[in-house]
């Protein structure tokens, strides 16, 4: 590295100008301000027996398999058709694209609504999933599910699809062309330079599933045990029960900071030296 | 009268409200109203954390109670319309269903609210009431959460208000719940004591219970007290 030649230059070069760093700690505190005062606000003496409380472990419980199955959908068809966006180029693809990432910036509400229309009981296919295998989506568990999938898959789809773009085909046509089955190439060659951003695309999806609302309780409706996933069950105790509210916000809050925090250098690409201290 | 104030108002009030604020902004070319929708214990909640609203019109004595006891209300809360409770079918009443007990049918969708909206409570007891038992599929937000998915055929039947019945304009029918086992909900309305144009609500809630106000509230279906 070259010698700087006076010491005001490299001031001006590691310091951001105090007009920036002023923005940026407005916008920090923007950020941060919200979840302390919830913390704040927390009961915390009573914090644990709120926590433990039937209906909060249930709520927890079924937000919990709900989300999982949800990720687990969204990896078994996002990944293919991150592959397709990716890699083929046919007619139309740009539509398909956005068609695939609407539910990202719908209004949630909107997707429950979209989603009786295909899958409610007078929906297209509403009749057509009884008939033959007696599944009635809207008010059922299976229906929380797919409401995750649909607002969920996107995350996913989007963070694959960019990793896809940034290989180069060249590995994979080697494997190829050394005999590799399409397969065995995929398996071996293009997961692994794919893998964090699948975990990282995962991990987003599964934190968006676990926070779903609007199109949980629209298409799904609210049954503890059944429908009520942890978001449903703290805008409902907010009335009844604040106490509980603010516990378990607290913990969703906690759940998906912890997958933030973990997912950084993968989201961020390769860890920098300023990254690590 | 000028100015702006903002109402909390109860879900079922919707259509009523909406039209009574015309009529008060025509005859009060200078005030501007905003009114905010919801079940009557979210916005109990919302008064009581500080939200900036200068009339709140409950569904039930219960949550306005709950404001009232927090001192946030000027004076007594006035009661102003009442509406009993039908039970809500989607038009040409696919189901059949002719009486509560028919809420018993095997694999009939029945939606409700939680006990902590009025209609939640309401309904339920008027189940007790005619000692029947429906386990409901899902305890929606509020009233309109009833009316939209029964409406839209993903729900067999709920208890809503006779008011909600009618504001769907033929989309749904109202199954009549016998008097005796019926609730009549009173809807008190008051001023909030945090209001910065106190005046103004005052003269809006005396809008809402003047003979016109009292007509436009009829024609959606409530009752007078």
Same mark, same amino acid.
């Given at each position: 590295?070259?010698?700087?030649?006076?010491?005001?230059?490299?001031?001006?070069?590691?310091?951001?100008?105090?007009?920036?760093?002023?923005?940026?700690?407005?916008?920090?505190?923007?950020?941060?301000?919200?979840?302390?005062?919830?913390?704040?606000?927390?009961?915390?003496?009573?914090?644990?027996?709120?926590?433990?409380?039937?209906?909060?472990?249930?709520?927890?419980?079924?937000?919990?398999?709900?989300?999982?199955?949800?990720?687990?959908?969204?990896?078994?068809?996002?990944?293919?058709?991150?592959?397709?966006?990716?890699?083929?180029?046919?007619?139309?693809?740009?539509?398909?694209?956005?068609?695939?990432?609407?539910?990202?910036?719908?209004?949630?509400?909107?997707?429950?609504?979209?989603?009786?229309?295909?899958?409610?009981?007078?929906?297209?296919?509403?009749?057509?999933?009884?008939?033959?295998?007696?599944?009635?989506?809207?008010?059922?568990?299976?229906?929380?599910?797919?409401?995750?999938?649909?607002?969920?898959?996107?995350?996913?789809?989007?963070?694959?699809?960019?990793?896809?773009?940034?290989?180069?085909?060249?590995?994979?046509?080697?494997?190829?062309?050394?005999?590799?089955?399409?397969?065995?190439?995929?398996?071996?060659?293009?997961?692994?330079?794919?893998?964090?951003?699948?975990?990282?695309?995962?991990?987003?999806?599964?934190?968006?599933?676990?926070?779903?609302?609007?199109?949980?309780?629209?298409?799904?409706?609210?049954?503890?045990?059944?429908?009520?996933?942890?978001?449903?069950?703290?805008?409902?105790?907010?009335?009844?029960?604040?106490?509980?509210?603010?516990?378990?916000?607290?913990?969703?809050?906690?759940?998906?900071?912890?997958?933030?925090?973990?997912?950084?250098?993968?989201?961020?690409?390769?860890?920098?030296?300023?990254?690590?201290? | 009268?000028?100015?702006?104030?903002?109402?909390?108002?109860?879900?079922?009030?919707?259509?009523?409200?909406?039209?009574?604020?015309?009529?008060?902004?025509?005859?009060?070319?200078?005030?501007?109203?905003?009114?905010?929708?919801? $079940? +009557?214990?979210? =916005?109990?909640?919302?008064?009581?954390? !500080?939200? *900036?609203?200068?009339?709140?019109?409950? %569904? @039930?004595?219960?949550?306005?109670?709950?404001?009232?006891?927090?001192?946030?209300?000027?004076?007594?809360?006035?009661?102003? $319309? +009442?509406?009993? =409770?039908?039970?809500?079918?989607?038009? !040409?009443? *696919?189901?059949?269903?002719?009486?509560? %007990? @028919?809420?018993?049918?095997?694999?009939?969708?029945?939606?409700?609210?939680?006990?902590?909206?009025?209609?939640?409570?309401?309904?339920?007891?008027? =189940?007790?009431?005619?000692?029947?038992?429906?386990? *409901?599929?899902?305890?929606?937000?509020?009233?309109?959460?009833?009316?939209?998915?029964?409406?839209?055929?993903?729900?067999?039947?709920?208890?809503?208000?006779?008011?909600?019945?009618?504001?769907?304009?033929?989309?749904?029918?109202?199954?009549?719940? *016998?008097?005796?086992?019926?609730?009549?909900?009173?809807?008190?309305?008051?001023?909030?004591?945090?209001?910065?144009?106190?005046?103004?609500?005052?003269?809006?809630?005396?809008?809402?219970?003047?003979?016109?106000?009292?007509?436009?509230?009829?024609?959606?279906?409530?009752?007078?007290?």
């Amino acid at each position: 590295m070259n010698r700087t030649p006076s010491r005001t230059r490299t001031v001006a070069l590691h310091r951001p100008p105090v007009a920036v760093l002023a923005l940026a700690a407005i916008a920090i505190a923007f950020f941060a301000l919200p979840f302390i005062g919830l913390l704040w606000r927390v009961p915390w003496s009573d914090a644990w027996s709120l926590l433990t409380t039937d209906a909060s472990l249930t709520a927890l419980r079924l937000s919990l398999e709900t989300s999982i199955a949800a990720t687990l959908i969204s990896v078994m068809f996002g990944v293919p058709l991150a592959w397709v966006l990716a890699r083929y180029g046919f007619p139309g693809r740009r539509i398909v694209r956005a068609l695939c990432l609407l539910s990202l910036v719908l209004p949630p509400v909107v997707g429950g609504v979209a989603l009786f229309a295909a899958y409610g009981r007078r929906g297209i296919l509403g009749d057509a999933l009884f008939e033959w295998f007696g599944l009635r989506l809207p008010f059922s568990t299976a229906g929380v599910v797919l409401a995750q999938t649909f607002i969920a898959m996107p995350f996913l789809v989007l963070t694959v699809e960019a990793a896809l773009r940034g290989l180069d085909p060249q590995n994979e046509n080697a494997a190829r062309t050394l005999g590799a089955s399409r397969w065995y190439a995929f398996r071996r060659v293009t997961l692994p330079a794919i893998r964090p951003a699948l975990i990282a695309g995962a991990a987003l999806a599964w934190a968006r599933a676990l926070g779903e609302f609007g199109a949980t309780i629209t298409f799904a409706g609210n049954l503890p045990g059944r429908t009520q996933t942890m978001p449903l069950s703290v805008y409902l105790a907010l009335e009844s029960n604040p106490g509980q509210a603010l516990v378990l916000s607290v913990l969703m809050i906690g759940i998906s900071f912890a997958v933030l925090l973990g997912l950084r250098d993968r989201w961020l690409g390769q860890p920098t030296s300023s990254d690590r201290v | 009268m000028s100015g702006t104030i903002t109402v909390s108002a109860t879900a079922s009030l919707q259509g009523a409200f909406t039209n009574i604020t015309a009529a008060f902004e025509k005859a009060n070319p200078n005030a501007s109203i905003t009114i905010n929708f919801a $079940a +009557s214990s979210t =916005l109990a909640s919302q008064i009581m954390s !500080g939200a *900036p609203i200068d009339v709140f019109a409950s %569904a @039930d004595e219960a949550n306005m109670a709950k404001v009232s006891e927090a001192n946030l209300i000027v004076g007594t809360a006035t009661n102003f $319309a +009442s509406n009993s =409770l039908e039970i809500i079918v989607r038009k !040409g009443n *696919p189901s059949k269903i002719t009486s509560l %007990a @028919d809420l018993t049918k095997p694999g009939l969708i029945y939606i409700t609210c939680g006990p902590e909206v009025p209609i939640g409570r309401y309904s339920a007891q008027v =189940l007790k009431n005619a000692n029947v038992t429906v386990k *409901p599929a899902s305890f929606e937000p509020d009233v309109k959460g009833i009316v939209a998915k029964v409406s839209a055929g993903e729900a067999d039947a709920g208890i809503v208000y006779t008011t909600d019945v009618a504001a769907t304009n033929g989309a749904t029918v109202g199954i009549v719940i *016998p008097a005796s086992v019926n609730v009549i909900a009173k809807y008190p309305i008051a001023t909030i004591s945090t209001s910065k144009n106190q005046s103004l609500a005052q003269a809006w809630i005396d809008f809402v219970l003047s003979a016109e106000g009292r007509s436009i509230l009829q024609s959606y279906g409530f009752g007078a007290l």
